[in-house]
Antibody
Framework: QVHLEQSGAEVKSPGSSVKVSCTLS????????ISWVRQAPGQGLEWMGG????????KYAQKFQGSLTITADKSTITAYMDLSNLRSEDTAIYYC???????????????WGKGTTVTVSS | DIVMTQSPDALAVSLGERATISCNSS????????????LAWYQRKPGQPPKLLIY???TREYGVPERFSGSGSGTDFTLTISSLQAEDVAVYYC????????FGGGTKVEIK
């Protein structure tokens, strides 16, 4: 059974960066994408961007252009989300999710990690 | 950007009764050449990640109980729980994937 294991909780200072990992077990990346979705306290779900690991192609929501970098290591079947210039509004649970794709079009997310809590506080 | 609006924000239903959640998109999600609607539904229980229930607006994910069904086309969609069970207490989200990806604000379902 496919499972996504995420790295542990982080506490960061404003202006710093955070890098969260997401390791796939029980399968391979194949032709799926790995998306990153976050949920801030009291807010809804927000898609941030994703990567198709076998091609290395990325796609970002406009809001995160310039501050978000998503990478993947095919040898370890791990995807990474690097968010820079953190602000208090970035305090959230960050999820990785396996995403069905066609070409460079992202569809729905069928397997989710358990989430990583990132707290931004001075 | 496509804006997804769900209603109601919260819903209290008696056990065994029907729960209906609406989702409206700011533009059509119907891709005419394939006649498919680019919409999914998720269930999120407290302390758990979202779980995929429905995709292509009406296709139930493997293992999802038959009491969950999706309907609608174009800009108006519905998630129906035909007979609410205690384990269905959760927040439900719709998500469009017609242009980029975006989610509705969520509908909290509780037991009356």
């Amino acid at each position: 059974q496919v499972h996504l294991e995420q790295s542990g909780a982080e506490v960061k200072s404003p202006g710093s960066s955070v890098k969260v990992s997401c390791t796939l077990s029980g399968g391979t990346f194949n032709s799926y994408a790995i998306s990153w979705v976050r949920q801030a306290p009291g807010q809804g779900l927000e898609w941030m961007g994703g990567i198709i690991p076998i091609f290395g192609t990325t796609k970002y929501a406009q809001k995160f252009q310039g501050s978000l970098t998503i990478t993947a290591d095919k040898s370890t079947i791990t995807a990474y989300m690097d968010l820079s210039n953190l602000r208090s509004e970035d305090t959230a649970i960050y999820y990785c999710a396996r995403t069905r794709v066609s070409g460079n079009s992202y569809y729905y997310m069928d397997v989710w990690g358990k989430g990583t809590t990132v707290t931004v506080s001075s | 950007d496509i804006v997804m609006t769900q209603s109601p924000d919260a819903l209290a239903v008696s056990l065994g009764e029907r729960a209906t959640i609406s989702c409206n998109s700011s533009q059509s999600l119907l891709y005419r050449s394939s006649n498919q609607n680019y919409l999914a539904w998720y269930q999120r229980k407290p302390g758990q990640p979202p779980k995929l229930l429905i995709y292509w607006a009406l296709t139930r994910e493997y293992g999802v109980p038959e009491r969950f069904s999706g309907s609608g086309s174009g800009t108006d969609f519905t998630l129906t729980i035909s007979s609410l069970q205690a384990e269905d207490v959760a927040v439900y989200y719709c998500q469009q994937y017609f242009t980029s990806l975006s989610f509705g604000g969520g509908t909290k379902v509780e037991i009356k």
